[in-house]
């Protein structure tokens, strides 16, 4: 026996029609389904809450001497003067991250003996790292400036260490005896 299917072919005119129809409203459902998509994403409400968030960096220098006591040994001789040279006894650190002119300057004292005999603080030399010249320091009461911000803003910011070197040429006007002088430097920041 043949089962007779519950779905029957419709043939003709009519069948096309009725397929339409289903199709027509099939394509409204479709657009109605859509449109209240379109609504309930629309009308939903949105909420959004905003802060603004802020820093400061607090401002920093630092600036240390390696040490506080510097001892330039033994006389040397050339044959032709003597002369006391310390090289690279000092290391001045330096960092900074103030954005203005700052200038480092270096003053001293009059070497004094404890016999009360003086030598003239400009007859010491200093030089900053293995290149150039040494430099007399300024008359006692004055100051010389070592270095300042010109060209050195970004590599401060990360740091610098300076070696330091000295030398005294004896004039043969001395006295005998230990002599002592004060250096300072000074980090002048507007």
Known sequence: MVKKSLFRLRKGRHARARATQ???????????????????FSSSSVFAAEFTIRFAVPPRAEFYLSTDYV???????????????????????????????WEIHISGTDFRSAAGTSIPINRLQWKMGNTGGYTSMAPEGETLL???????????????????????ELMGDEYEGAHTSTIIYSLFIP
Do not use: C
């Open 22 to 40: 289903i199709g027509a409203r099939a394509h409204k459902w479709a657009w109605a389904w859509l449109a209240a998509a379109l609504v309930l």
């Open 71 to 101: 001892d330039l040994g033994l006389p040397q001789t050339d044959g032709v003067r003597t002369y006391f040279e310390g090289q690279n006894v000092v290391t001045l650190s330096f960092r900074t991250n103030i954005v203005s002119p």
């Open 146 to 168: 070592v270095m300042d911000w010109h060209g050195l803003t970004d590599e401060i910011l990360a740091g610098q260490q300076f070696q330091i070197s000295y030398y005294l």
